[in-house]
């Protein structure tokens, strides 16, 4: 049985950082990516690795993605963290090479709350 299971949300003040963790587990994937959910929008692309990442412009040089295959794990560093990053974050896993378009992703966790309060 797949799963992705996520973790290192919470509230942060602006400025500040978090990292995000999502572990998975019942199969190994060519790419895995983070999107983003704020209430009332649709979720959006903000980053996705295989061999190398991908980024969201609004998150391009303040956040990094990375991936320890040997945990089967992917990271999401989130630094100079603004009021607007609030979303709910979402892990994605594919089989295939990383796309920007969630509907391309096979499997999802259930999501991490990130609020950065101004």
């Known amino acids: 049985q797949v799963q992705l299971v996520e973790s290192g949300g919470g509230l942060v003040q602006a400025g500040g950082s978090l990292r995000l963790s999502c572990a998975a587990s019942?199969?190994?994937?060519?790419?895995m990516g983070w999107f983003r959910q704020a209430p009332g929008k649709e979720r959006e692309f903000v980053a996705a690795?295989?061999?190398?990442?991908d980024y969201a412009d609004s998150v391009k040089d303040r956040f990094t993605i990375s991936r320890d295959n040997a945990k089967n794990t992917v990271y999401l560093q989130m630094n100079s963290l603004k009021p607007e990053d609030t979303a709910v974050y979402y892990c994605?896993?594919?089989?295939?090479?990383?796309?920007?378009?969630?509907?391309?992703?096979?499997?999802w966790g259930q999501g991490t709350q990130v609020t950065v309060s101004s």
């Open positions: 994605a896993a594919k089989m295939s090479s990383w796309s920007r378009y969630h509907y391309d992703y096979d499997y």
């Open positions: 690795i295989n061999w190398r990442g």
């Open positions: 019942g199969r190994t994937f060519y790419a």
